[in-house]
């Protein structure tokens, strides 16, 4: 890894060639590229503390997705919920006119 960094550096370095800002380019870029190579030899080798952390971010990005599939199960029950009482309300009222217009009309009838 240390050897693959060098090497990557001091080929950036020389096609960059000269100033602040393009030694500081290429070190960042060779840095970058040594981080992925080391992440890369940490799971290949199976280092046990980073397949412990993966077991842990697994489990807990299971837990959201559990949490945000019950939330939408929750949201769509408030949705059918919500439309029933909805559609209640508005039998209710229905009725409630019809018996109002039933007595409007019966009186006038008797008038």
Do not use: W
Request: hydrophobic share 50%.
């Amino acid at each position: 890894m240390g050897v693959i960094t060098y090497y990557l550096y001091y080929i950036i370095a020389s096609v960059l060639s000269g100033g602040f800002i393009k030694e500081f380019t290429a070190l960042f870029i060779s840095i970058f590229i040594g981080m992925i190579i080391y992440a890369l030899l940490v799971l290949i080798l199976k280092v046990e503390e980073v397949n412990i952390l993966v077991k842990y971010i697994n489990l807990k990005l299971n837990k959201a997705s559990n949490i945000k599939n019950k939330i939408k199960v929750l949201e769509k029950a408030k949705a059918i919920i919500f439309e029933r009482i909805k559609s209640l309300l508005l039998e209710r009222n229905k009725s409630k006119l019809q018996r109002n217009n039933f007595y409007c009309t019966y009186t006038f009838k008797v008038l």
